[in-house]
């Protein structure tokens, strides 16, 4: 039963343990759920955006779509940027887990992850989702800066629709012209879909087309009997076959040694002959060898002839005589000297065959006159 | 500085008495007959206030939350709406806080009269220990009828919302009931069935406290009765809070 005690520390022991307790109750509650984190540091990351499009602070950072952290502060940079669209003029910082599943966010979080602003849905508040990074970055320190991408928002999305719906409308109206033209029948397609003569047209060819493979097929003609009569098969079959065998016995005869093909294969004779004659016409050319060496030593008519100076000298004497015999003819000196240069000869020859014609022509004429030959016994 | 080593010494007196409560759960007599009748008093006694309690909340939240609902043209699931909103929360606190209206008040009462009229000092002249006598019964039957009671509500309640879907805004019973079906699985009832059992324990223990901490005659009856009611709600709200917490983190997230 409550009684009356005089307050003091020492009286109130149970109470204090019992309050110790329900705070540390309520704290594990939370820690269990995650919104405080005990004993866990935190990273802080920045990124520098040109328009946040309403995130708050406080606004969900998520990495791949994960909840990590949250922004802390969103604010102006200090300079004020000297272009409308030199953009990024917001620095926003976020706070995230020191330690995500076991390993530092830091390692996660590289250079080359980006910040996306994203909205978390239609409706929805808008995000920051980081691209995790890849090894291909660099680690980065803690309250380091890392690129930032503008997600299209809904309202762009909209916009750029609105570009699109424009383009379809205007696709469409051409659909729509081009319906009305094949459907009254104008150009290559209206005629083609209203105008029965293509259509006759295909239908006779495909019927023609029909009776041909008809013809064809059951026909006497060539094309017919080369699809439905076997004989030029056959025949094509047997010649080839023949052709095999004939291949098949040449090469028997080829392995057996027969025939001139065989022989020249199999058969050492001819090999012997050309060795033989090989040989023989080697012995011949050491002959001529040793002939040659005869002719070069002087040996023989040959060898003298080549040789020997005294025949040159005896040649050469000929030819001087001769000249000085030609020398004394030119000079006309002596009978054939005369001969040749004195004219005199020639005038006497001359007149002798003149007056041997005449005679002739006279004896001719009056043969009585040099024929009277009397004989006269009596 | 007195107030906070005041509000101290209160805890610790009402650590003390749950522990006296709790040692004399393990030792006879247990007045099993005592026990029965807190139940009929205290649980059966105010099923009537629970009824209407959970019957109208489940109207009105089907009425205000349709008409929400429709803006974004997903009126079917109102149902799921209500249910989950009756099972995880409003089902065990309102209870709990008419509990505590009517029954924790009672209870603070009845023991401060008790008290001051020096009945107590009495029994335990006659060698009964007054808080097995009294104490013990009224949290164990408050502590098994506040789920009971809640259980009840949340059916009710979910009955107050299809009717007010199917005749006030022309939804048939078969979508209500269907969508109704999905909020429903063992997780969200475990949740809300550990809810009202805490409750019902802040509500007998702190109506037990404070009829035993009763000073200054019949007037210190009435302060113990407001107070009883008082810090009885104001505990269930804050512990709430805590519970659901914990429940959405543990079973109901995993």
């Known amino acids: 039963m409550p009684q009356k005690k005089e307050l003091g520390l020492k009286g109130l022991r149970v109470g204090l343990l019992v309050v110790a307790s329900i705070v540390i109750l309520i704290l594990v509650i939370f820690a269990v759920s995650g919104d405080i984190t005990l004993f866990s540091r ?95 970055g660099e680690a980065i320190a803690d309250g380091a800066v890392i690129k930032s991408y503008a997600q299209k928002s809904v309202g762009d999305i909209i916009n750029a629709a609105q570009t699109a719906m424009g ?51 059951e026909g006497p003609g060539t094309a017919g ?18 052709l095999r065998r004939t291949v098949d016995q040449i090469n028997e005869q080829i392995l057996a040694g027969r025939g001139t093909i065989g022989r020249l294969l199999k058969d050492e004779e001819l090999y012997n002959r050309a060795n033989s004659l090989v040989g023989k016409l080697d012995e011949t050319s050491a002959r001529i060898e040793r002939t040659m060496a005869k002719v070069e030593r002087g040996e023989g008519n040959l060898g003298k002839l080549l ?62 006159k040099y024929l009277s030959i009397r004989v006269s016994i009596f | 500085m007195k107030f906070i080593l005041n509000a101290i010494y209160q805890i610790q007196e009402l650590a003390l008495l749950t522990w006296r409560v709790v040692r004399g759960l393990f030792r006879p007599p247990l007045y099993g007959r005592e026990i029965l009748m807190q139940m009929d008093v205290l649980g059966v006694g105010s099923l009537t206030i629970i009824l209407l309690t959970g019957f109208f909340t489940g109207g009105v939240l089907a009425l205000n939350s349709a008409n929400t609902l429709q803006k974004f043209g997903v009126q079917s699931v109102t149902g799921e709406l209500v249910a989950t909103s009756l099972i995880r929360e409003l089902g065990p606190v309102l209870t709990c806080l ?77 979508t209500y009931l269907a969508s109704a079906k999905r909020a429903v699985d063992y997780n969200e009832i475990i949740g809300g069935l550990i809810k009202p059992t805490v409750f019902g324990f802040i509500i007998a223990i702190i109506g037990c406290y404070s009829g035993l901490s009763t000073r200054g005659g019949t007037v210190g009856v009435g302060r113990s009765t407001t107070r009883s009611v008082v810090v009885s709600s104001i505990l269930i709200i804050a512990v709430d809070f805590l519970l659901s917490k914990m429940i959405i983190s543990v079973l109901l997230e995993s």
């Open chain 1, 42 to 136: 935190k990273a802080t990351v920045k990124t520098y955006m040109s328009n946040v499009d309403g995130l708050r602070n406080g606004a969900e950072v998520r990495l791949s779509g994960k909840q990590i952290g949250s922004v802390r502060q969103i604010r102006f940079s200090d300079q004020i940027p000297a272009s409308a669209d030199a953009g990024q003029n917001l620095e926003i910082i976020m706070e995230i887990s020191g330690i995500l599943d076991g390993r530092p966010a830091i390692e996660r979080i590289r250079s080359d992850s980006l910040a996306v602003l994203k909205g978390a849905g239609v409706l929805g508040d808008n995000v920051i989702d980081i691209t995790p990074g890849t090894t291909q």
């Open chain 1, 167 to 217: 383009n379809l409308n205007t696709i469409s109206d051409d659909v729509k012209s081009m319906t009305g033209k094949i459907r009254s029948g104008e150009g290559a397609i209206g005629k083609f879909v209203n105008e029965d003569a293509f259509y006759v047209n295909l239908n006779r060819t495909i019927l023609q087309t029909e009776r041909l493979l008809a013809e064809i097929r």
């Open chain 1, 225 to 242: 009997r080369l699809v439905s009569d076997p004989t030029l098969y056959n025949q094509i079959n047997d010649t080839i076959g023949q």
């Open chain 1, 307 to 368: 040789n020997d100076e005294k025949l040159y000298q005896d040649a050469r004497a000929t030819v001087e005589n001769l000249k000085a015999i030609s020398a004394r003819l030119e000079r006309g000196e002596g009978t054939a000297g005369l001969l040749l240069k004195d004219e005199k000869l020639y005038q006497n020859l001359n007149e002798v065959s003149a007056e041997v014609t005449k005679l002739l022509y006279d004896f001719r004429q009056n043969p009585r």
């Open chain 2, 98 to 174: 008419m509990l505590a209206g009517r029954v924790g008040s009672g209870i603070a009462a009845e023991l401060g009269s008790m008290l001051v009229s020096e009945q107590i000092d009495a029994m335990r002249a006659l060698g009964t220990d007054p808080i097995k006598k009294l104490v013990t019964p009224r949290i164990i039957a408050l502590v098994t009828m506040a789920p009971t009671l809640t259980v009840i509500c949340d059916l009710v309640g979910t009955m107050g919302g299809m009717l007010v879907s199917t005749t006030m805004l022309h939804q048939p019973s078969s």
